[in-house]
């Protein structure tokens, strides 16, 4: 992880109100970065610095919505033109919500989240690219899912969209390799969040937050390409992806469904 050594580095982190983003956000403040903190909810960010005891001038609050791209690259330029260019990038903000593909109604829901957990990656990136390359340096992070290894019941919408994000993450981490642009995946297992809190099926190896942003940083900082977390999980996720159809879907039969989106907005 290459930075500026006039200031203290920058991290552009979204999804920074809640869960995986803000204990990210949290760490790096330790670690004596200053932040770019983008979410929807400006107010919760806020409250949370302001109950942390952030130094004003080490971080800044940028209302944006990742779904819509013209929104999270307007919050990049601001944060470009405020705080300068960011030596990170994480990519988190996400949503969860189970679809019926039998339902029209749920043909919008995973349209939304497609727009969310994978457009969202590539337009919280975009920005950014073109003048890290010009320095020459610079992080790209995005926050994918073991549930991008394989499908769910349920949950194809969100499987989709997190196994599109690391294939597409890989084909940028090819193209940047020598610009001095590093591209990281971060693979979570389950991590005790808002997101999570609502599922109706086992969670084997569940992370607090704040446990989680320590092994996440760990791997961000020695330049992974991708790391699954925990490492149980990771192992985990090898034999799904090795585990013949048949088996993989007897293994699923009566597995309860993620949530329909109604159900969990």
Same mark, same amino acid.
């Given at each position: 992880?290459?930075?500026?050594?006039?200031?203290?580095?920058?991290?552009?982190?979204?999804?920074? !109100?809640?869960?995986?983003?803000?204990?990210?956000a949290?760490?790096?403040?330790?670690?004596?970065w200053?932040?770019?903190l983008?979410? =929807?909810?400006?107010?919760?960010?806020?409250? %949370?610095?302001q109950? =942390?005891?952030?130094?004003?001038?080490?971080?800044?609050?940028?209302?944006?919505?990742?779904?819509?791209?013209d929104?999270?690259?307007?919050?990049?330029?601001?944060?470009?033109?405020?705080q300068?260019?960011?030596?990170?990038?994480?990519a988190?903000? /996400?949503?969860? %919500?189970?679809?019926d593909?039998?339902l029209?109604?749920?043909?919008?829901a995973?349209? &939304?989240?497609?727009?969310?957990?994978?457009?969202?990656?590539a337009?919280?990136?975009?920005?950014?690219?073109?003048?890290?390359?010009?320095?020459?340096?610079?992080?790209?992070?995005?926050?994918? !899912?073991?549930?991008g290894?394989?499908g769910?019941?349920?949950?194809?919408?969100?499987?989709a969209? &997190?196994?599109?994000?690391?294939?597409?993450?890989?084909?940028?981490?090819?193209?940047?390799?020598?610009?001095g642009?590093?591209?990281?995946?971060v693979?979570?297992g389950?991590?005790d969040?808002?997101?999570?809190? /609502?599922?109706?099926?086992?969670?084997?190896?569940?992370?607090?937050?704040?446990?989680?942003?320590?092994?996440? %940083?760990r791997?961000?900082?020695?330049g =992974?390409?991708l790391?699954?977390?925990?490492w149980?999980?990771? %192992?985990?996720?090898r034999?799904?992806?090795?585990?013949?159809n048949?088996l993989?879907?007897?293994?699923?039969?009566? =597995? &309860?469904? &993620?949530?329909r989106?109604?159900?969990?907005?």
């Amino acid at each position: 992880m290459t930075t500026c050594a006039s200031r203290p580095p920058l991290a552009f982190i979204t999804g920074a !109100s809640s869960g995986i983003g803000q204990a990210l956000a949290w760490h790096c403040y330790q670690q004596g970065w200053s932040l770019a903190l983008v979410a =929807r909810r400006g107010r919760v960010m806020a409250q %949370w610095a302001q109950e =942390r005891g952030l130094q004003a001038s080490r971080f800044a609050i940028y209302e944006a919505d990742v779904g819509e791209p013209d929104s999270i690259i307007a919050a990049a330029l601001r944060c470009e033109q405020q705080q300068g260019l960011p030596d990170l990038v994480v990519a988190n903000a /996400g949503i969860s %919500w189970g679809v019926d593909t039998s339902l029209r109604e749920d043909i919008d829901a995973m349209r &939304k989240v497609l727009e969310v957990n994978t457009l969202g990656v590539a337009a919280t990136f975009h920005p950014f690219i073109a003048p890290m390359v010009r320095r020459g340096s610079g992080q790209l992070v995005a926050i994918s !899912s073991v549930a991008g290894l394989r499908g769910l019941p349920g949950h194809g919408a969100y499987c989709a969209s &997190k196994a599109a994000v690391i294939a597409y993450c890989e084909s940028l981490r090819i193209e940047l390799r020598t610009n001095g642009v590093q591209v990281t995946t971060v693979v979570p297992g389950y991590v005790d969040t808002p997101l999570t809190r /609502g599922n109706r099926y086992a969670m084997p190896f569940l992370l607090a937050p704040q446990v989680f942003a320590e092994r996440a %940083w760990r791997a961000i900082a020695a330049g =992974r390409s991708l790391a699954i977390i925990p490492w149980q999980m990771a %192992w985990v996720g090898r034999l799904m992806k090795i585990l013949p159809n048949a088996l993989f879907d007897r293994l699923l039969v009566g =597995r &309860k469904r &993620k949530h329909r989106h109604l159900g969990n907005p």
